[in-house]
């Protein structure tokens, strides 16, 4: 059965509205998703009917929104092809969860001078900023892959990277700039035959790729639900549980603790020892509707939509005169992401004109500053593709642009 793109608009309400006169042309997926009904409904419905705090009330309220949140945990676990849902960490977002391990690794480590931790220079700032300042805190020393011309990750000095002194490999499993998936085999053998832990920012790969984190040989990966029809306020941690179960608390207070004297605590096992405090409850019940939703779909047919809109919007891009694509120019290695510049336009400018149309891109550094300094500019364009995104909204991308070069000649 063929993907029904315009049946899985009919669920999402956002694109019954207008921008500036023009229907919606929502190209910005990889910023945020928009949320299908299905999962307002699921959030809408625990506040409205069963609201309770969570682990802690023996009331039915809480019975009842105890097993909805941990009904969620366990349907992303197995979305994820996790061995447990004690693997699913339910953390605030990517970047929380990726504070997380480095606060955790770091002291479960006993990180410092002489050790290194290995990044790119495709990270977002997220998966850049926290390893610094571990770094920085404990004297240990960063080191990262580079860009290739071709916007991916240049492995060639690979062995001299990631050696007996590197601690820590985390890097960006999908570009949220450039869309290029990175194949992290070798980089994973290579750190397991090193004995360091291999971390994967996930944020962009986990809403649009069928993924297994049994297969990807990664000790721990970050995502966040907004990116994946599911609300803001929550994301995972996913981690093997024999490395979760050495790893030290990050956040103290409520809920993540077995026994407390005023002497001292000890921590209860995960995934309760990383959720101190009440957790975003509703927030999770709606991820684990998002999860339903795209399992529904299935991630195999939602990865075809998006690979065929790609190609599609690759082709558009490249015959509009004076655009340059940064990253991979075919859909090999890639996803549904794809940052552009116009000749002698500023994207700010791009953005406007495009936003006037209706058509709601992303333009600045996209949090990857890096990544922009490697193709020698300030900024990009980035149209991103979801789900619900149509080829009809990719010609009215290509017109859009064909009316910025009108506009500044
Ligand atoms: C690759 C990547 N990592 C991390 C993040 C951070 O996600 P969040 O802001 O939800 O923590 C993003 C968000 O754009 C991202 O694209």
């Known amino acids: 059965m063929s993907f029904d793109v315009e049946r899985v608009r009919k669920d999402f309400p956002i694109f019954e509205r207008e921008v500036n006169g023009h229907p919606l042309v929502y190209l910005d997926s990889a910023n945020t998703s928009q949320k299908p009904v299905q999962v307002l409904d699921v959030m809408r419905a625990h506040q409205e009917r069963y609201n309770g705090n969570v682990s802690r009330s023996v009331h039915t309220l809480g019975t009842e929104s105890t097993e909805a949140y941990e009904g969620a945990r366990a349907r992303i676990a197995t979305f994820i092809g996790a061995a447990s849902p ?204 998002a999860v339903d939703y795209l399992t529904g779909l299935g991630m195999a047919a939602i990865h075809e939509h998006e690979q065929t809109i790609t190609r599609y919007a690759l082709d558009a891009l490249s015959s509009v005169p004076g655009v340059r694509i940064f990253g991979p120019a075919t859909i090999e290695g890639r996803g549904g992401t794809v940052s552009f510049g116009v000749d002698g336009v500023h994207p700010h400018d791009v953005g406007q004109i495009l936003d006037a149309l209706g058509v709601e891109v992303r333009v600045g550094h996209h949090c990857a500053r890096p990544v922009c300094s490697r193709f020698s500019v300030p900024a990009m364009t980035r149209a991103s593709f979801y789900l619900y995104t149509t080829t009809a909204e990719i010609d009215a991308l290509a017109r859009g642009l064909d009316q910025v070069r009108k506009v500044f000649g």
């Open 86 to 289: 004690d693997e699913v960490v339910f953390t605030k977002n990517s970047t929380e969860a990726i504070n997380l391990a480095a606060h955790s690794l770091g002291q479960m480590l006993r990180l410092g001078p002489g050790d290194e931790v290995v990044i790119s220079e495709m990270e977002h700032h997220s998966n850049l900023v926290p390893w610094q300042l571990l770094c920085e805190r404990t004297g240990a020393t960063l080191r990262w892959f580079g860009i290739s011309d071709d916007g991916r990750l240049d492995e060639s000095n690979l062995d001299e990277l990631v050696t007996e002194r590197t601690k820590i490999v985390s890097l960006v499993h999908m570009s949220n700039v450039l869309g290029t998936v990175n194949d992290v085999t070798r980089i994973a053998a290579r750190a397991r035959s090193a004995g360091a832990l291999l971390m994967l920012d996930c944020s962009q790969s986990v809403p649009h790729l069928p993924l297994d984190v049994q297969a990807l040989g990664a000790d721990l990966i970050a995502f966040t639900g907004h990116k994946m029809l599911g609300p803001t306020g929550i994301g995972v941690l996913w981690g093997r549980l024999d490395l979760l179960a050495q790893m030290p608390p990050f956040l103290a207070g409520g809920s993540m603790i077995e026994t407390v004297t005023m002497a001292g605590t000890t921590f209860a096992p995960p995934p309760a020892r990383f959720e101190a405090g009440t957790p975003p409850i509703t927030e999770a019940i709606g991820l684990g509707a």
